[in-house]
């Protein structure tokens, strides 16, 4: 197996005891890098780029997460605050309608009283007429006839000055 | 390609050259040393070099022989250094430097540890020990259930995240892919450890020899195979889609595919290694041939010129034993993501861009 290129030197022979050495070495050392030295490295680099890859994707879900949960808070508390305005705006409409409402009601009820004022004057004042009607018609007949006394018939005059005094309550 | 073979060129032709002279100079000065041995430096060697003063700077390792002897009887042998098996009187050592048995017979396989070996065993343990060590830091949960911490651990990350998305990931199919990572990240680091540890003072460099390259090519030439799919064997013997006779010229020039690839591998990371390392040699050696040949004064002369130049090399070395580990890895995730790809697209298409790249190959 020795070929010696260069004629001297053993420079560029090939020594097969030698090459028996380090294949013998060469293959244990391959071994034992298989077997022992390299596999856990492999093993801890890849579980470690997992770990990075997870954490990146979980921590880009939880940006992706807490982005959709402030933006729904914004929302809520947009539309809680549109709500509050609605609600106010319906309780000053209610309060303008039950307000109106009262003063209507009370307006009415005043002129409920007002009227029935009235009708009660009304009333009474015609009662006071009627009264003052009969008093000064039974006046004028005894003024009437203490004037006039027997020449007058009674019923004739009673006629003539009820229809005086219809004629002066219409005026 | 083309650059891989201008470098084996040129490296023949180095060695062509420097091996004549020394054997001139041999003849003309008797057994004197030469000023600065360069072959001598990147070749393996018996011992493991070390600071001169432990031991006169070499630490000899084991011997260990499986060899026959004169009557054919086969024998295993091992002693603590070559010393010890000169000593032991079953070999003697030829004129040329090389061990044979003393009763005639001949060595079969030469198992010795070498210094190239020791080298491996530490790039590659080293690659190991610290693949273990950061296993344990994320068993425990550190960089699984937190973030990774310290530098150590961050450096290594980036390394493996690396090997496993743009080398792996990217060449090989995604359900294939990550089977292959530990092969091709043990590959990645021990070379660049391999390739690193040559820069060191009294180091030397693994990979720039073809034995270690081409076993480690042969690895990857035998995952390849063995993760070749349907499809990738139906392309290499039979090409659905094409005219009976193209197929007597495709088949040979896949097959011949499939082992130019490796030898592609082998060649790369050995020859770039070796010429960077003789490189710095040959420009350091300067220094000390200036010196020998005109006096200690040049030699400082030429050191100026020769260190800072060395620096530079340096730089580029560093960058070059990284690159190659890099290159080794990659050429090895694209030659096995091609065989354990399933094809999707249509044939004309695949046949046209295939035989393109064989061509340019």
């Known amino acids: 197996m020795t070929f010696l290129l260069a004629g001297g030197g053993g420079l560029l022979s090939f020594n097969t005891g030698f090459a028996i050495w380090i294949l013998v070495s060469l293959i244990i050392f391959l071994l034992v890098m298989m077997k022992y030295a390299v596999p856990p490295i492999m093993t801890a680099l890849t579980d470690r780029e997992q770990n990075i890859k997870e954490s990146l994707e979980a921590a880009e879900k939880a940006i992706a997460k807490a982005e959709k949960i402030s933006k729904d808070n914004e929302k809520a508390l947009r539309e809680a605050e549109a709500k509050a305005q609605q609600i106010r705006k319906e309780a000053v409409d209610e309060a303008e309608l039950i307000r109106v409402e009262r003063i209507n009601k009370a307006k009415e009820e005043a002129d409920q009283i007002i009227e029935q004022a009235k009708a009660t004057i009304e009333q009474e004042k015609k009662q006071a007429l009627d009264e003052l009607r009969s008093e000064v018609a039974k006046l004028a007949v005894k003024s009437a006839s203490i004037i006039i006394d027997s020449e007058l018939d009674n019923e004739k005059n009673n006629k003539l000055v009820d229809k005086f005094l219809t004629d002066l309550s219409k005026n | ?318 960058f070059v034993g990284l690159l190659q580990a890099y290159i080794f890895t990659l050429l090895s995730a694209v030659f096995i993501g091609m065989a354990a790809e399933d094809h999707h697209h249509d044939e004309e298409g695949y046949h046209t861009e295939h035989i393109a790249e064989e061509v340019s190959a």
């Open chain 2, 1 to 318: 390609m083309i650059q891989t073979l201008r470098r084996v060129f040129l490296t023949l032709l180095f060695l062509s050259v420097s091996t004549s002279n020394t054997f001139a100079a041999d003849d003309a000065e008797g057994a004197q040393e030469p000023v600065i041995d360069v072959m001598g430096t990147v070749a393996d060697h018996d011992y493991f070099k070390v600071p001169k003063f432990i031991n006169g700077g070499k630490l000899y390792l084991p011997r260990i022989f499986y060899w026959e002897t004169a009557e054919g009887e086969a024998k295993l042998s091992a002693y603590a250094s070559t010393k010890k098996a000169l000593a032991s009187d079953e070999f003697i050592e030829t004129d040329e430097g090389a061990i044979v048995p003393a009763g005639g017979g001949s060595i079969k396989v030469d198992l010795s540890i070498t210094s190239h070996l020791v080298y491996f065993w530490l790039g590659m343990g080293l690659a190991v020990i610290l693949t273990i060590m950061a296993a344990s830091r994320y068993k425990k949960g550190i960089g699984r259930d937190v973030e990774p911490k310290g530098a150590m651990q961050n450096i290594f990350e980036v390394l493996f995240v690396f090997i496993r998305d743009d080398v792996a990931r990217d060449n090989i199919d995604a359900h294939k892919a990550d089977r292959y990572v530990p092969f091709l990240f043990t590959m990645f680091m021990g070379i660049s450890f391999m390739n690193l540890f040559g820069l060191l003072p009294w180091a030397a460099t693994a990979t720039a020899d073809l034995t270690v390259t081409a076993t480690l090519a042969l690895v990857t030439f035998v995952i390849t195979q063995f993760s070749g799919t349907k499809d990738h064997w139906a392309h290499v013997f039979w090409f659905p889609g094409v005219p009976g006779w193209v197929r007597f010229i495709l088949t040979p020039v896949e097959i011949l595919g499939l082992f130019t690839k490796p030898f592609a591998l082998a060649i790369r990371l050995f020859a770039n290694m070796l010429s960077g390392k003789i490189m710095i040699i040959a420009i350091l050696g300067l220094v000390f041939i200036f010196a020998d040949l005109f006096g200690a004064g040049a030699g400082f002369g030429v050191g100026i010129f020769s260190v800072s130049l060395t620096v530079v090399l340096y730089a580029l070395k560093v």
